[in-house]
């Protein structure tokens, strides 16, 4: 592996584990036992390496659920590809959590951020569409409209919610196994909103595999 991509994984293990303000590109330097020098001849700043990470995550989730490669025929299918999805928001889960202090503190990162959020939103609109063209879903055009909007929120706040009920000790802060019960929780969310659109034989299919993952 390169070490300007060494230098985005550890970043991007430090911003979600202590905070964007708590690291600077000494700390990252450190955890990667490099010279700060090292670590400039690749990111000139701490905004430069923020920016690559909005880069990745926009490229991730933009391919995510690309509607070329969507496989939603299933609830079983459906299951997995939100939990995938929030597996991924969950990696990048300081973009969102910390959306407010980046801006504020590199308002240059502004388009970048603007950019992701936008694709987070395309993806999702292509997700319910298919979920539409499939059958999956009885809606009508607006009501997917609102499914999606909804979908877009907990997708992209939840993290933030977390976060916060950890903060203000709502619940207990989440190490190794509890990271995946609260992607389940996440999940489950999801699939809260799309239940009242299913027929009867998928609510209770959907209802099942909720309780055996």
């Known amino acids: 592996m ?12 430090a911003f979600a584990d202590e905070g964007v303000g708590q690291i600077s590109t000494n700390h990252i330097a450190d955890i990667m036992d490099i010279s700060p020098g090292n670590l400039y001849y690749h990111f ?5 390496i923020i920016a690559e990470l909005l880069r990745c995550f926009t490229t991730d989730f ?3 659920l690309k509607s070329d490669t969507v496989d939603i025929s299933t609830n079983q299918s459906m299951w997995l590809k939100l939990n995938l999805g929030y597996q991924l928001m969950d990696k990048y889960r300081f973009i969102f959590c910390e959306s407010s202090y ?10 970048l951020f603007t950019k992701a959020m936008q694709t987070t939103k395309n993806a999702i609109d292509t997700f319910c569409q298919h979920l539409q063209k499939q059958l999956i879903v009885k809606a009508d055009e607006q ?12 997708f992209t706040q ?20 509890d990271e995946h019960l609260f992607i389940k929780q996440g999940v489950n969310q999801i699939l ?17 595999i909720q309780h055996k993952a």
């Open 2 to 13: 390169k070490t300007k991509d060494k230098i985005l994984i550890a970043s991007l293990d």
């Open 44 to 48: 000139k700043s701490k905004s430069e």
């Open 62 to 64: 933009g391919t995510f």
């Open 102 to 111: 980046i801006l504020n503190k590199y308002p240059e990162l502004r388009r």
């Open 143 to 154: 009501e997917i409209i609102s499914l999606s909007n909804n979908m877009h929120l907990l």
């Open 158 to 177: 939840w993290p933030s919610y977390i976060a916060a009920s950890v903060r203000h000790g709502i619940v207990d802060n989440v190490k190794g196994s």
């Open 192 to 208: 809260n909103l799309i239940y009242p659109y299913l027929n009867s034989e998928d609510k209770q299919l959907l209802v099942d």
